[in-house]
C-alpha cells in the first residue's frame, strides 16, 4: 500500500511535471500565435493598401482607357475629314485643270482671231491708201484737167 501511495505520488509528480510542460507548451504556442495574429494583422493592412491601390490603378486604368477610345474617335474622324477634304482637294483640281484647258482654247481662238483681225486691219489700211492714192491722183488729174481749161 505504501508502495502504492509513493506510486502514486510519483504519478502525480509526473502528471504535474507533464501538466507544467504541457502548460509551457500552451504558452508558447499563445505566444507563436499571438505572433502569428500580428503577422496576419499586418499582412491584412497591407493587402488592404494594395487593395486600394489596385482600385486607384484600375480606375486610372479606365479613364485612360476611355480617353483612349475618345482618341481613337477622333482620330477616326479627322481621318474621315481628311480624306474629304483630299477628295474635294481632287475635284478642284480637276475642276482647276478643266478651266485652264478651256481658257487656253479661248486664248488660243482670241489669238487666232486677234491675227484675223490684224490681217483684216492691214489689207483695210492698204485698201484705203489704195483708194486715197486713186483719190489723190483723180484729184491731181482733175486739177490738171482744170488748169488745162
Same mark, same amino acid.
Do not use: P, W, Y
Given at each position: %500500500? $505504501?508502495?502504492?501511495?509513493?506510486? %502514486?505520488?510519483?504519478?502525480?509528480?509526473?502528471?504535474? &511535471?507533464?501538466?507544467?510542460?504541457?502548460?509551457?507548451?500552451? !504558452?508558447?504556442?499563445?505566444?507563436?500565435?499571438?505572433?502569428?495574429?500580428?503577422?496576419?494583422?499586418?499582412?491584412?493592412?497591407?493587402?488592404?493598401?494594395? $487593395?486600394?491601390?489596385?482600385?486607384?490603378? $484600375?480606375?486610372? =486604368?479606365?479613364?485612360?482607357? &476611355?480617353?483612349?477610345?475618345?482618341?481613337?474617335?477622333?482620330?477616326?474622324?479627322?481621318?474621315?475629314?481628311?480624306?474629304?477634304?483630299?477628295?474635294? !482637294?481632287?475635284?478642284?483640281?480637276?475642276?482647276?485643270?478643266?478651266?485652264?484647258?478651256?481658257?487656253?482654247?479661248?486664248?488660243?481662238?482670241?489669238?487666232?482671231?486677234?491675227?484675223?483681225?490684224?490681217? #483684216? =486691219?492691214?489689207?483695210?489700211?492698204?485698201? %484705203?491708201?489704195?483708194?486715197?492714192?486713186?483719190?489723190?491722183?483723180?484729184?491731181? #488729174?482733175?486739177?490738171?484737167?482744170?488748169?488745162? %481749161?
Amino acid at each position: %500500500l $505504501t508502495k502504492t501511495v509513493e506510486q %502514486l505520488k510519483a504519478d502525480v509528480e509526473k502528471a504535474k &511535471a507533464a501538466e507544467a510542460g504541457q502548460q509551457e507548451e500552451i !504558452r508558447r504556442q499563445k505566444e507563436t500565435l499571438s505572433a502569428t495574429e500580428n503577422k496576419v494583422k499586418e499582412l491584412t493592412g497591407s493587402l488592404d493598401e494594395k $487593395t486600394k491601390t489596385l482600385a486607384s490603378i $484600375t480606375k486610372d =486604368k479606365d479613364t485612360v482607357a &476611355a480617353e483612349l477610345k475618345d482618341l481613337q474617335s477622333e482620330l477616326e474622324e479627322t481621318k474621315a475629314s481628311e480624306a474629304k477634304e483630299k477628295k474635294a !482637294r481632287e475635284e478642284a483640281d480637276a475642276e482647276i485643270e478643266s478651266l485652264k484647258k478651256e481658257v487656253e482654247g479661248v486664248a488660243s481662238s482670241q489669238s487666232t482671231q486677234l491675227q484675223e483681225l490684224k490681217q #483684216a =486691219k492691214e489689207s483695210m489700211r492698204k485698201k %484705203l491708201k489704195d483708194e486715197k492714192k486713186e483719190v489723190e491722183d483723180k484729184l491731181a #488729174a482733175s486739177k490738171e484737167k482744170q488748169k488745162e %481749161l
